[in-house]
């Protein structure tokens, strides 16, 4: 019934560059905040940004910053990643996340649905 698949995972150097998508078969696509988390194994899920239903307001952690962007697509019911700069403590499992609300949210507990996530390595 609802399904969020990730893509554009993969290996890059140092300074490079990916985009991750995120397509959503989920209702009510456009009025959900949505957001994108990564992680380590052995380590919390860490939020990385995160885009409202309402006016796509985005919000990034302070790693991502100025580096990513997050923006969306509704009407192909797509989440994006741009992802610019990239370097080795960016590697990492990246999911796709959706919330009930219309605001952003930076907790994972507070997102009802997840992709399978899609890895992301930065190696020389």
């Known amino acids: 019934q609802v399904q969020l698949v990730e893509s554009g995972g993969g290996l890059v150097q140092p300074g490079g560059s990916l985009r991750l998508s995120c397509l959503a078969s989920i209702r009510n696509f456009g009025s959900r905040a949505m957001g994108w988390f990564r992680q380590v194994p052995g380590k919390e899920r860490e939020f990385v940004a995160a885009?409202?239903?309402?006016?796509?307001?985005?919000y990034y952690a302070d790693s991502a910053k100025g580096r990513f962007t997050i923006s969306r697509d509704n009407g192909k019911g797509e989440l994006y990643l741009q992802m610019n700069s990239l370097q080795p403590e960016d590697s990492a499992i990246y999911y796709c996340a959706a919330t009930p609300a219309v605001g952003m949210k930076r907790s994972p507990n507070q997102y009802n649905y997840w992709g399978q996530g899609t890895r992301v390595t930065v190696s020389a």
């Open positions: 885009i409202s239903g309402a006016d796509g307001s985005q």
